[in-house]
């Protein structure tokens, strides 16, 4: 699963991202994306998962990157643990996604495919996006 190997911070604030995403809004690598369209938080299953699905409705055929990384912590306390006691343990890493910010990148499919596996990925995370290519396509 993807999280970071050695956090400099174990556990963070719950502060997320509020404005709308400047860095990371166009295609860089591939020739279709998968743009944000609402803000929220992404789990490192839901990027396997999305991944995973990408792959293989692709028949592992061209190239997939994945635009963003899961590097913040979430905590939670034990069920039936009282309030009180300090902060609880590290469950998940998860990504904060803002508006405007491409997901996953794919090329070397056809335009037909890589919208098709585009979309059956987009099932698999809980914000809403959109496909897009590049300007030439």
Known sequence: MLQ????????????????MASRGITLAFGEYGLKSMGRGRLS??????ARRTITHFTRRGGKVWIRLFPDKPVTGKPA???MGAGKGDVKNYVAVVT???????????????????????AHKLSIKTRFVAKEGQ
Request: hydrophobic fraction near 35%; aromatic fraction near 6%; avoid cysteine.
């Open 4 to 19: 970071p190997k050695k956090p400099k911070y174990r556990k963070q604030f719950r502060l997320g991202a509020t404005a």
């Open 44 to 49: 490192e299953q839901q990027i396997e998962a």
């Open 80 to 82: 039936g643990t009282g």
């Open 99 to 121: 508006p405007g910010k491409i997901i996953f990148e794919i090329a070397g499919v056809p335009h037909e495919i890589a919208q098709e596996a585009l979309s059956r990925a």
